[in-house]
């Protein structure tokens, strides 16, 4: 079985520009989530997605925004994009229940 | 808020020089507790689940263990290839949607 894709895996931004990370879970993995890795902060949730609603979010500004997409694919979006919002951005797909299986993630970078 | 403690930070060690990380949690009701292994620049890769105390999983040199406040992977005649981040991370049962993980261990094993 395939594993949880993400593209793209680089990105070079500016500040105050606006950016779309995208996912594509395990097949037959209906939740998605999202998790933002940084060295000070390690992987916090950012939030999650099951057939198409957003069941939960994390303590993220509104800046942070997804959606997903009735084949299970996801995006998450950045607007006004900020130097801290420098990160690893991980996308996780689960079954119902049971673990979560990441992707390789997107490596942001915000100048 | 569920709070997971690993430690310690990083561990040096010599090939065949078995050691033991140690992930400490205080969550309200566990449903799982999870081991990650991660390589620099990827995402986590899955482990171990591990639901109620006292159980225990094996995988190649990897043993993880579970009491009611801690968690012990246990490393048995690592080798270099055992080299890695490793993250433990607990789903509680009022927030099953999301992991909140620990800081990480970081494993050197020197040939």
Same mark, same amino acid.
């Given at each position: 079985?395939?594993?949880?894709?993400? &593209?793209?895996?680089?990105?070079?931004?500016?500040?105050?520009?606006?950016? &779309?990370?995208?996912?594509?879970?395990?097949?037959?993995?209906?939740?998605?989530?999202?998790?933002?890795? &940084?060295?000070?902060?390690?992987? $916090?949730?950012?939030?999650?997605?099951?057939?198409?609603? $957003?069941?939960?979010?994390?303590? =993220?500004?509104?800046?942070?925004?997804?959606?997903?997409?009735?084949?299970?694919?996801?995006?998450?979006?950045?607007?006004?994009?900020?130097?801290?919002?420098?990160?690893?951005?991980?996308?996780?797909?689960?079954?119902?229940?049971?673990?979560?299986? =990441?992707?390789?993630?997107?490596?942001?970078?915000? &100048? | 808020?569920?709070?997971?403690?690993?430690?310690?930070?990083?561990?040096?060690?010599?090939?065949?020089?078995?050691? @033991?990380?140690?992930?400490?949690?205080?969550?309200?009701?566990?449903?799982?507790?999870?081991?990650?292994?991660?390589?620099?620049?990827?995402?986590?890769?899955?482990?171990?689940?591990?639901?109620?105390?006292?159980?225990? +999983?094996?995988?190649?040199?990897? +043993?993880?263990?579970?009491?009611? +406040?801690?968690?012990?992977?246990?490393?048995?005649?690592?080798?270099?290839?055992? @080299?890695?981040?490793?993250?433990?991370?607990?789903?509680?049962?009022?927030?099953?949607?999301?992991? @909140?993980?620990?800081?990480?261990?970081?494993?050197?094993?020197?040939?």
């Amino acid at each position: 079985k395939a594993g949880v894709t993400q &593209t793209p895996r680089y990105l070079i931004k500016t500040r105050g520009q606006q950016v &779309t990370l995208s996912c594509s879970p395990i097949s037959g993995h209906r939740s998605v989530s999202w998790y933002q890795q &940084t060295p000070g902060q390690g992987l $916090q949730f950012l939030f999650e997605y099951f057939s198409e609603t $957003q069941r939960n979010k994390g303590n =993220f500004p509104g800046r942070f925004s997804g959606r997903q997409f009735s084949n299970s694919r996801s995006e998450m979006n950045v607007s006004t994009l900020e130097l801290g919002d420098s990160a690893l951005y991980l996308c996780a797909s689960r079954p119902q229940v049971g673990e979560q299986y =990441f992707g390789p993630g997107t490596r942001l970078t915000v &100048t | 808020e569920d709070q997971v403690t690993q430690s310690p930070e990083a561990l040096r060690l010599q090939e065949g020089e078995s050691s @033991s990380l140690n992930c400490s949690y205080t969550v309200s009701g566990l449903r799982g507790l999870f081991w990650y292994r991660q390589d620099p620049g990827k995402g986590p890769e899955f482990l171990f689940t591990l639901y109620s105390a006292g159980e225990e +999983k094996e995988k190649e040199r990897l +043993k993880a263990t579970l009491t009611k +406040k801690e968690s012990f992977l246990h490393i048995t005649a690592p080798k270099p290839e055992d @080299s890695a981040t490793y993250l433990c991370a607990v789903q509680s049962r009022s927030n099953d949607y999301k992991l @909140s993980f620990g800081a990480g261990t970081t494993v050197t094993v020197r040939a």
